[in-house]
């Protein structure tokens, strides 16, 4: 089958997943925000570090050009970008000279991955930003790969574009300038990734400046300390956001950890300048994202989740006897996910958890990555529930937007709904 159609079938086939599963109401997060501002479709006009400039604006022109409200202009973003995000990983590891097979299973792997498939049924911005990631990660790739030297260009590019979604990004800096210097001597092209990065880069500060905000506004937020805080934890938290880290890469890739670890260890032995590029990727974005000082620190993993799924791809290329006998576990992965719920809810422990968060769906909401039977947090705050644990940056928005949808004559009954 052609390459280009297998992507289509698999873009299609993630798009049918992700709208199937997508949430029911809105769920408790964040994401609430999200919605209230595309309702009320004022363009952001100032990039901090949770305005999510790209995000939202994008969201609002969906919003204004098909005439959707704000829940289902955050829902085709979200979805579309999310199963573009997996055929753009289908195509990086095809660009590795896998077989078509292999680079199926690496996408399915990660299309089915804990943390992106979650982000991929709720409102939240980090799917859109893993489908640019995704993007600069295919281009870099392809330059090491191909003779088409432009896709040094598109790194810079896509990188630059990413900070507008997602700050966080500013992490791969280090990747990029590293990748730049390997391939210095395409110098017209390597110029010129450079100078769109920074200028996109650079864009950001003078377009907050320009507003009266302060040179640091970019990384900066009225909402929290959370990168201060992240340095003031003891010894003991650290070496528990380690093991939760792990944690959280064996919940995403099970049995495929090892193909993961077989790729890296062979891109070391084949091509070594690729494998410092996107170890040095993966290990400032690791590393934040396990010391980050909130709660859902899992969100902040999903670019190095890219590059691990891209590394399995390159192991099952190299092991594809083992694979082949095996391989029919990548469509059972969903399985896992509800094993592992039905387990955790025999425990003790599982049932504490399930009973403590019950508000915002139990122990389901924490293990199965579908939300199409999701908990509203609209209806929460219109009958005035409380939750045992401080959610107030959360049920504001919520209160806010109940009046807004209120204002343009939806009933409480309609709005429970959504």
């Known amino acids: 089958m052609n390459k280009y159609l297998t992507g289509l079938l698999l873009f299609l086939t993630f798009l049918g997943i992700y709208a199937w599963g997508s949430f029911a109401r809105i769920p408790f997060a964040d994401c609430v925000g999200f919605v209230l501002t595309v309702e009320q479709g004022e363009f952001a006009t100032t990039a901090t570090a949770t305005s999510h400039f790209l995000y939202v604006n994008t969201a609002i022109l969906i919003r204004d050009i098909f005439s959707l409200n704000g829940i289902e202009a ?28 292999t680079g199926v299973a690496a996408a399915v792997i990660f299309g089915f991955s804990f943390s992106f498939w979650r982000n991929a049924e709720i409102p939240e911005v980090y799917t859109y930003n893993c489908f640019w990631i995704s993007l600069f990660f295919l281009s870099m790739i392809r330059s090491f790969y191909t003779d088409n030297k432009n896709y040094i260009i598109f790194s810079g590019l896509f990188l630059g574009i990413s900070l507008w979604v997602h700050i966080q990004n500013v992490l791969l800096i280090p990747g990029f300038i590293i990748f730049i210097y390997y391939l210095r001597n395409h110098k017209k092209e390597a110029g010129l990734s450079l100078l769109l990065f920074f200028t996109l880069f650079f864009s950001l500060f003078v377009l907050n400046y320009a507003q009266g905000l302060q040179l640091n506004s970019p990384y900066s937020s009225d909402q929290g300390q959370w990168v201060e805080e992240s340095f003031k934890k003891t010894l003991t938290q650290y070496i528990s956001d380690f093991i939760k880290s ?19 260890l062979t891109l070391y032995r084949n091509n070594r300048e690729m494998f410092y590029v996107f170890l040095v990727s993966s290990f400032f974005v ?23 799924a891209i590394a399995i791809g390159y192991g099952l290329m190299h092991r594809q006897k083992m694979f082949k006998k095996i391989s029919f576990a990548v469509l059972l992965i969903p399985v896992f996910y509800i094993l592992s ?49 401080p959610v107030n940056w959360m049920t ?9 949808l209120r204002t343009k004559g939806y009933t409480d009954e309609q709005i429970r709904q959504f």
């Not at 792990?246 to 670890?261: A, K």
């Open 74 to 101: 955050n829902r085709i973003l979200v979805i579309v970008s999310a199963a573009l995000s997996v055929a753009i990983v289908y195509f990086s590891v095809l660009s590795l000279k896998a077989n078509t097979l």
């Open 396 to 404: 504001n928005s919520a209160e806010e937007y109940v009046e807004l």
């Open 246 to 264: 792990v944690f959280y890469v064996i919940y995403n890739y099970t049995i495929y950890i090892f193909f993961g670890i077989v790729g890296i």
């Open 341 to 389: 719920y039905f387990i955790a809810g025999q425990t003790d422990q599982g049932k504490e958890i399930d009973d403590f968060k019950g508000y915002k769906g139990g122990l389901a909401y924490y293990l199965l990555p579908w939300m199409n039977d999701s908990k509203g947090i609209l209806e929460f705050v219109i009958d005035k529930k409380t939750a045992p644990e």
């Open 286 to 308: 690791y590393g934040f994202s396990t010391f980050y000082a909130v709660t859902d620190n899992y969100v902040f993993f999903l670019p190095f989740n890219i590059i691990f």
